[in-house]
């Protein structure tokens, strides 16, 4: 957290499937653990259970902070970020946090190519149920991005699916259809991209049958 600050200070610009949708209406700003909580992070952060800390993600670490897009996060206890645009998603705020936020930040957060987070992380049993807090067996998580999405299970890690090769995941029924990613998106050397799934394998373009 702190070489991500740092970061956008330099720059100067300094997991849930069934939370309810949040419109752009922010109640009173209010201080958790010595720092305002404001806005429409401020909604998000209380829609997904505020600060208790065996539901969700806990208090905050950081004041609220500009990003390098316009836009504007916060830090949280549980491994967690929430980041907000009054241009993404109808100005909506999203969480984002744990190896998801990690790998978000490999290809440069919000200005890199996914942009913006516009949903927040979902979580799932193994059996498809959505996980609204901890202490429960997770199968995977994901977050839904403006450039693609982040999937991670505890088999195959923190990956990106984006482009066609999404297209092609999404039309198909997604990890119903595919399982989970357990590998990042690859180039093959007749210059088609592949990336590998627990229950099969995606190319684009595909090839001939």
């Given amino acids: 957290m702190r070489s991500r600050i740092a970061h956008v200070a330099a720059a100067g610009a300094l997991a849930l499937a069934a939370a309810a949708a949040v419109g752009p209406v922010a109640h009173a700003d ?14 998000t952060y209380f829609a997904l259970g505020g600060p208790t800390p065996q539901k969700l993600w806990g208090r905050t670490l950081t004041d609220e902070l500009p990003d390098r897009a ?20 109808g100005g ?16 440069g ?7 913006y987070p516009v949903s927040d992380e979902r979580r ?17 998580a994901w977050n839904d991005f403006q450039g693609g999405k982040i999937l991670w299970s505890p088999q195959g890690g923190a ?19 595919y399982g989970w990613p357990v590998g990042d ?25």
């Fill in 30 to 43: 209010q201080f958790i653990g010595g720092k305002l909580v404001r806005g429409q992070i401020e909604v």
């Fill in 70 to 89: 316009g836009g504007r996060f916060q830090k949280f206890e549980n491994q967690s970020s929430i980041y907000w645009n009054p241009f993404v998603d």
């Fill in 92 to 107: 909506n705020a999203h969480q984002v946090g744990g190896a998801i936020e990690t790998k978000w930040g490999t290809v």
């Fill in 109 to 115: 957060w919000e200005t890199g190519p996914l942009r």
């Fill in 124 to 140: 799932v049993t193994q059996g498809g149920d959505p996980v609204l807090g901890w202490g429960k067996e997770v199968a995977g």
């Fill in 159 to 177: 990956r990106i699916v984006w482009g066609e090769i999404l297209r092609a995941f999404d039309t198909a029924g997604g990890i119903a259809k």
């Fill in 185 to 209: 998106e690859q180039r093959t050397a007749d210059g088609r991209f592949t990336q590998s799934f627990q229950k099969g394998t995606i190319t684009w373009p595909a090839r001939e049958q």
